[in-house]
């Protein structure tokens, strides 16, 4: 119940198209849903987040759709660049005894931007 | 403002030996999150600290341990290291506990058990 499940596991894309990750999850206590990119060598940086009382927040060309009813979410990346080459991950946290230092996260999509 | 910070980068440890690796925090930040992550497990959460106190742990041995200081750096510690143990470990730090999840991470140490 704790796991988010992310797909696809890798992604290839042409400069300038969509790039769309999923991750679902099952326990409806978690409230909060970032994104993480990370390249190689380097900690994960945050993207963007989302809390389930919205269905969409945009950030530039990143925005997050988000599912309540069907417990999903994804992360689309317009225009792609060979630039947003890099690993990406989903997570969800939640408030557990006033901790909210525990995020959950999914497994990685690696993403390539072919030129 | 400077970002998370980790020390060391890199290590070599024998099996059976011991390590400590170093977190500094965003200045200003308060709480600060340990995870491990692996090719095979992902990121996992190790535990959380929040003013001195270990506020959440996750799913791992006791081998595994942690501390945080009055200036919020927080330092972890793995004893009688096992080959399994060779990952990447990563410092996270945020604001505070409650009403900011927002987690910002260090470039983490790289730990090689041999």
């Known amino acids: 119940q704790q796991q988010v499940k992310q797909s696809p596991q890798s992604l290839i894309v042409q400069k300038g198209g969509i790039s769309i990750i999923n991750c679902a999850y099952e326990n409806t206590a978690f409230d909060y849903f970032p994104w993480y990119q990370q390249f190689p060598g380097k900690g994960p940086a945050l993207l963007i987040a989302?809390?389930?009382?919205?269905s969409e927040k945009k950030e530039g060309r990143f925005t997050i759709s988000f599912n309540k009813s069907a417990k999903q979410f994804s992360l689309h990346i317009m225009d792609s660049q060979p630039g947003d080459s890099a690993t990406y991950f989903c997570?969800?946290?939640?408030?557990?005894?006033?901790?909210?230092?525990?995020?959950?996260f999914g497994k990685g999509t690696k993403l390539s931007v072919k030129p | 403002k400077a970002g998370v910070t980790q020390t060391p980068r890199y290590l070599i440890k024998t099996r059976g030996q011991q390590v400590t690796l170093s977190c500094s925090p965003i200045?200003?930040?308060?709480?600060v999150s340990w995870y491990q992550q692996t090719p095979g497990q992902g990121l996992q959460f190790l535990f959380e600290y929040f003013s001195e106190t270990q506020r959440n742990k996750g799913n791992f041995p006791g081998r595994f341990s942690g501390r945080q200081f009055s200036n919020s750096r927080s330092e972890m510690n793995v004893s009688t290291l096992e080959l399994g143990d060779s990952a990447l470990y990563l410092c996270?730090?945020?604001?505070?506990?409650?009403?900011?999840?927002?987690?910002?991470f260090g470039p983490g140490t790289r730990l090689t058990v041999t």
């Open positions: 996270a730090s945020s604001l505070e506990p409650s009403g900011s999840y927002e987690q910002y």
């Open positions: 200045s200003g930040h308060r709480s």
């Open positions: 989302i809390r389930p009382d919205v």
């Open positions: 997570a969800a946290g939640m408030n557990y005894g006033g901790s909210q230092g525990n995020l959950i």
